[in-house]
């Protein structure tokens, strides 16, 4: 079950660290507030069209954005970082029930970070950021590489599972082209 989790345990040199029935409990309501909150978000903006504000900038137009646009931006992203969560915090859970704590995946990235270091650095999606700290720029270092070579390795290779990502949700075959 550790290969299937996308969510890391808590580990200590005596191995995985048992959790709390106080800690499971707490992870049960954050994951029942997101909840509700992703749930929220979703019915409102799709009761738009995912478009709450008015806006009259064009897409396809390299026009700067207007307020209604950045608002509506910003709603989307609201939205999609609950989303993301509700995942997470249920992966969480049920690492709590086979019986072990786990890493805290976000760390309220919206609504508590201070710069954008911060947000991407301590709070965004701590899974992949400590799985590339480990898996590719500590390696670059051990093998001699500078900081710098270190830096663009991981970002390199976090551009390719992002890519990987986006094209797996979102490939679309001929068959797909044909249908419409």
Not at 6 to 13: A, E, G, M, S
Not at 46 to 64: A, C, G, W
Not at 125 to 136: A, T
């Amino acid at each position: 079950l550790y290969l299937g989790s996308c969510i890391d345990f808590i580990w200590t040199t005596k191995g995985r660290t048992k959790v709390a029935p106080l800690e499971v409990l707490a992870n049960i309501s954050k994951f029942g507030i997101t909840f509700l909150i992703a749930s929220l978000s979703i019915s409102f903006l799709r009761h738009f069209d995912y478009q709450p504000f008015q806006s009259n900038t064009i897409i396809d137009d390299f026009t700067l954005p207007d307020l209604g646009q950045l608002a509506n931006n910003y709603f989307y992203a609201m939205m999609t970082c609950f989303t993301i969560s509700v995942c997470m915090q249920l992966a969480v859970i049920t690492n709590n029930i086979q019986g072990f704590s786990s890493a805290t995946p976000f760390r309220n990235p919206l609504f508590q970070s201070k710069s954008l270091s911060d947000f991407w650095g301590r709070r965004w999606n701590l899974i992949i950021h400590e799985g590339l700290k480990r898996g590719i720029f500590k390696p670059v270092l051990k093998e001699g590489g500078s900081m710098w070579a270190a830096q663009l390795a991981a970002f390199l290779a976090s551009g390719l599972f992002h890519e990987y990502i986006w094209s797996v949700l979102f490939y679309v075959t001929d068959a797909d082209h044909d249908m419409s």
